[in-house]
């Protein structure tokens, strides 16, 4: 398979648990179904509420969607639908008030069993308590499980990740297992940061596969969620020279007629064959005031290349004046039908003149023999 994958986008379906009073963001969460259902921490929707979701009844939290599709409203309400009435593991299932989820199927966190994801690379995106809890992402290992506080019952143990993005704020976070493609827990315990204002170093992850028991009952994968493969950027060369005609020909437009005499350009007629010999060079300007011969030398310059079998051609001249024609109305680019498009690496190389630099332009497509890099 290419190596060039598409994953479960964590954006699309990443939402904001919002205080019902102030508005402020509390917490992270995840959409998980086209119906309204959306998963969080049951210690977000406490600190929203003052109370634990057990105890919520009826009271709605705000749940906010980003990526909402258009037209649709992004600022909704939800209740408590479901959590587990005797253990401690951090999940609370919100149900929308007032319709259906503003997002589209593909829109949908994939979850999956964390049972398999111990040392596996991960990803995640929330919401942290810095900068106006601004999003952010992070990423890390998936480290392995660990045993809970004696204390507290648990459904299954949680896991420990390596991460030092993940910061405050940011509980309720989907959790993309890198390799295996799926959602496979919420970020739940954070610690503060230290004195020197990093993140802590690990974290708690309560894993997904919780969700599949009542009274939840939502689908948790156990298979890996295949990756799409993503379009492969073409690094043939071949098939673009092939499109790019063998002689662009000549055209000269609104260019000046040859000068009769030109005296004392010897020096800047070889540097112009310098520099359009050098590869690294693409872009000559010729600066001067009005009158000063620019267009002539430059004329005078194609024309002598264009006479002399031993120097390198071009495969296409291309001449407009700007001073003469600025918009390029009254006149059709000559040359441009004839340019077709180019390879993006192939060296062409420019001719500027006039005051500045602004005046006019010569194009000097080399031959493909003398391309740049």
């Excluded at 009073?21 to 049951?42: F, P």
């Excluded at 309560?206 to 990756?227: M, S």
């Excluded at 000269?252 to 040859?258: D, G, T």
């Excluded at 003469?324 to 680019?333: D, I, K, Y």
Aim: proline residues 9%; glycine residues 12%; negative net charge.
């Amino acid at each position: 398979m290419t190596s060039n994958v598409r994953l479960q986008n964590l954006r699309n379906f990443t939402v904001q648990i919002r205080h019902p009073g102030s508005d402020a963001i509390v917490g992270t969460g995840i959409a998980v179904s086209t119906q309204g259902l959306v998963v969080t921490c049951a210690h977000i929707v406490k600190a929203a509420l003052g109370v634990h979701p057990r105890e919520a009844v009826d009271s709605e939290v705000g749940v906010y969607f980003p990526q909402a599709l258009e037209g649709e409203e992004k600022a909704r309400w939800a209740t408590v639908a479901a959590c587990f009435p005797q253990h401690d593991d951090d999940m609370v299932l919100l149900q929308l008030t007032g319709g259906s989820a503003p997002l589209g199927p593909e829109q949908i966190a994939v979850l999956g069993s964390a049972e398999q994801s111990p040392r596996y690379p991960f990803r995640s995106y929330g919401y942290r308590r810095l900068h106006g809890n601004l999003p952010g992402h992070a990423h890390g290992t998936i480290r392995d499980f660990v045993r809970p506080p004696r204390a507290l019952r648990f459904h299954s143990e949680p896991l420990e990740l390596g991460s030092r993005q993940i910061g405050l704020g940011m509980s309720g976070a989907p959790l993309l297992d890198f390799k295996r493609n799926l959602v496979v827990g919420l970020v739940s315990e954070v610690g503060f940061p230290g004195l020197t204002g990093e993140y802590p170093d690990s974290v708690w992850l309560i894993n997904a596969q919780v969700l599949a028991r009542e009274p939840f009952g939502l689908p948790v994968r156990l298979e890996d969620l295949p990756r799409i493969a993503g379009p492969d950027p073409r690094t043939s060369l071949e098939p673009a020279r092939a499109m790019v005609a063998a002689d662009l020909g000549v055209a000269w437009n609104n260019a000046p007629e040859p000068p009769k005499e030109l005296v004392g350009r010897t020096e800047l007629l070889q540097d112009l064959s310098l520099d359009f010999a050098d590869p690294e060079h693409s872009v000559t300007g010729l600066i001067g005031t009005e009158g000063e011969g620019k267009s002539s030398l430059a004329r005078r310059w194609v024309d002598n290349l264009l006479a002399d079998a031993l120097s390198p051609q071009p495969d296409g001249v291309f001449w407009w004046s700007f001073h003469a024609n600025p918009s390029g109305s009254g006149e059709p680019l000559g040359g441009a039908s004839r340019s077709r498009t180019r390879p993006a690496h192939e060296h062409r190389h420019e001719l500027s003149l006039g005051p500045g630099g602004c005046e006019g332009s010569a194009g000097i497509s080399r031959p493909l023999g003398f391309e740049k890099p």
